[in-house]
């Protein structure tokens, strides 16, 4: 789909839209980088409850992109998205708890959260006997 298309389908309230243009503006990818606009958008298709929005916008305010770092608030918008079953908001989640980040420390949740990501059939989640976790990276094919 081109901008275009995007943009009237994300003006008509279309959250998947919404969600796929906030991707672009947040990564410069097709448009000019803005993450201002990026987090306007991911915040209106969370608002319609658009799981992958909640887990991008959880992101955004985890590390400070396009909106002040709140870590309370990304542990929110991952937790509303991962009670739809979202593996990466899971697996972020699963992060926070980890780490103590906008959330008390707790790696018994944390691991109970990557396995949950791993059930799903994510490969985001390597679970160790440890309780820690890592990202896979894949390379560009």
Do not use: I, W
Not at 111 to 131: D, K, V, W
């Amino acid at each position: 789909m081109n901008v275009d298309t995007l943009q009237a389908a994300a003006d008509q309230g279309d959250a998947s839209a919404q969600c796929a243009l906030g991707n672009m503006y947040a990564t410069g990818r097709g448009v000019a980088k803005n993450e201002a606009r990026a987090v306007q958008l991911c915040q209106a298709a969370a608002d319609q409850g658009h799981a992958a929005a909640q887990c991008n916008l959880g992101v955004m305010y985890a590390t400070g992109r396009g909106v002040a770092k709140n870590e309370a608030r990304a542990v929110e918008l991952f937790q509303a998205a991962a009670e739809q079953g979202h593996a990466t908001a899971l697996f972020n989640l699963g992060n926070m708890y980890r780490d103590g980040r906008g959330v008390a420390k707790d790696e018994a949740r944390a691991m109970q959260l990557y396995q949950a990501t791993r059930a799903r059939g994510s490969p985001s989640a390597t679970c160790t006997r440890t309780g820690t976790a890592s990202q896979r990276t894949r390379r560009p094919r």
